[in-house]
């Protein structure tokens, strides 16, 4: 079984500062790791992946994030925040081998305060 | 349209009433997916279409739920004799699976309320 944890509800930054989201994983075998962004009233929308290669991945609007094997990690990090991050971010996971539907985190909400 | 589209937006029915809630994918993607968000649950997989394989109906809660993908595109998810835990939103996700490894496009949901 493969499952996500993002042990905080709720993180607030000052715009400027730099934000992390933490994220853990557990699945069989290699993972593949997404990230997704949800506004009030939206879907989701896919801010970055892993797949092999580079630890560090790079996404949309500034977004890059860590993947560390020892750690089963895959935070998500911006070096300067905006008011308009503030949203609802998942963390998501799938095997390389098995079911191809995604297991979600519980989400943390991002306030970015002016 | 570029995205994935949903209708409707928003579905208010009585208890017992069957529903249908359709999804349209991102024209030439294979892989279709339903999922279901709620407070108390977070985002669960219910269903998974490939191509023209068998779908993945692991994640179906009871047999109330179902689905068809009809031409490879356009899918309807049917609930019936709705109860008040079925009221969320509703998500459709495509991808192309052309690659494996490819992130799924979702749609904007179909927020579900049961009286």
């Known amino acids: 079984a493969q499952s996500v944890a993002q042990p905080e509800d709720q993180v607030n930054v000052a715009e400027g500062n730099p934000l992390t989201v933490k994220c853990t994983y557990s699945?069989?075998?290699?993972?593949?790791l997404f990230w997704y962004v949800q506004y009030p009233n939206r879907g989701l929308q896919f801010l970055l992946k892993?797949?092999?290669?580079?630890?560090l991945v790079k996404g949309s609007y500034g977004f890059e994030a860590e993947f560390n094997k020892s750690q089963t990690s895959f935070h998500l990090k911006k070096p300067s925040a905006l008011v308009s991050d503030s949203a609802l971010y998942f963390c998501a996971v799938r095997s390389h081998t098995g079911r191809r539907a995604l297991t979600f985190g519980s989400g943390t909400r991002l306030q970015v305060q002016p | 349209g570029a995205g994935v589209s949903q209708s409707p937006s928003n579905k208010v029915t009585e208890k017992g009433k069957d529903v249908e809630l359709r999804c349209d994918p991102i024209?030439?993607?294979?892989?279709l997916y339903w999922y279901r968000q709620s407070l108390g649950q977070g985002l669960e997989f219910l269903i998974y279409f490939q191509g023209n394989s068998a779908p993945d109906k692991s994640g179906l809660p009871s047999d109330r739920f179902s689905a068809e993908r009809t031409g490879g595109s356009v899918s309807t998810l049917t609930i019936q004799r709705t109860q008040q835990e079925d009221s969320a939103v509703y998500l459709c996700?495509?991808?192309?699976?052309?690659?494996?490894?490819?992130?799924?496009?979702f749609g904007d949901g179909t927020r579900l309320s049961i009286l």
């Open positions: 892993y797949i092999t290669g580079d630890n």
């Open positions: 996700a495509s991808s192309s699976q052309t690659v494996s490894n490819q992130p799924q496009h």
């Open positions: 699945v069989s075998g290699n993972p593949y």
């Open positions: 024209s030439g993607h294979t892989a």
